[in-house]
């Protein structure tokens, strides 16, 4: 879906109308269950236009036909630099395929910088016992509150990051861009194949593949040259060069560089490497 699509959809919840639009949402959504588990949840994050206000869309799913889960909600615990600004639960989830959605929106003060943060998150609800063939409810309606361990949740720079192919031609906008705001920086890998690595590095940096780089040139190459381009949240655009070198001594090596129209940014995105 687009991010009007998603802008629509968030717009339409009364509890998050007035937060903006979405910038983008990320996908697939990440797992936080394993998929054969009782409760199977997935988490989409929308990042907004201003970039401080992120919505975490958790979507559960019930697989267990004796119960029916009322007020379900994640309990997300941000460590330093996010803050919960508000909890949408889901008022009911029946059991079946069909997986409800319950939100989490997230905070960031302005004048912090953006880096990665892991946040633990649990499931929280009621369950009202059900007899799976009439349907009817057994037990207490209101249910006993009950919570589910999830995986902790990775918020990543990159998530900040559309795949925006540059207009035109990816080394005139280079140059356009100037070495002023520039960031240059090495890396050793963990990787043993070439492929392996550019797959790896495109989706560190969260940014489209230009010029055919995307893939190897020619088999058995020990050097490959990436052409990388994207905007960040706040509309602003980011060129990356990289260079990947396969060194038997050395392992793998990463040689970058990343422009922008701001320092901070092209560090930022360069930091994104692990």
């Not at 949840?41 to 992120?54: A, M």
């Not at 919570?147 to 356009?176: C, Q, R």
């Not at 790896?200 to 040259?225: E, F, R, W």
Request: contains cysteine; proline residues 7%.
């Amino acid at each position: 879906s687009t991010p009007a699509d998603a802008s629509a959809a968030l717009a339409a919840i009364p509890a998050l109308a007035g937060l903006g639009r979405v910038f983008r949402s990320t996908f697939p959504p990440t797992p936080l269950t394993e998929s054969e588990t009782e409760y199977v949840v997935t988490c989409t994050k929308h990042i907004f236009e201003d970039g401080q206000t992120l919505v975490l869309q958790f979507s559960v799913v019930n697989t267990i036909p004796e119960q029916k889960l009322l007020n379900v909600r994640v309990h997300a615990e941000p460590q330093e630099l996010y803050s919960v600004a508000g909890v949408v639960p889901l008022p009911a989830l029946p059991y079946g395929a069909t997986p409800g959605s319950t939100y989490v929106v997230l905070r960031r003060e302005a004048d912090t910088v953006i880096s990665p943060e892991s946040l633990q998150c649990r499931l929280l609800f009621n369950v009202v016992d059900i007899d799976p063939v009439s349907g009817e409810i057994e037990g207490e309606p209101s249910g006993f509150a009950e919570e589910y361990p999830l995986e902790a949740l990775e918020i990543n720079t990159s998530d900040y990051m559309a795949k925006v192919a540059p207009l035109g031609d990816f080394k005139k906008n280079w140059e356009a861009l100037g070495p002023e705001q520039e960031v240059m920086e090495h890396f050793q890998l963990q990787f043993k194949e070439l492929q392996e690595a550019i797959v790896a590095v495109i989706d560190y940096l969260g940014m489209q593949a230009c010029d055919g780089t995307a893939a190897m040139g020619k088999p058995g190459s020990s050097t490959h040259n990436l052409h990388l381009s994207g905007v960040f949240v706040g509309n602003r655009p980011v060129l990356v060069r990289a260079q990947l070198q396969a060194d038997q001594a050395a392992g793998m090596v990463l040689k970058i560089a990343v422009r922008s129209e701001d320092l901070n940014l092209s560090q930022m995105v360069a930091d994104c490497i692990r």
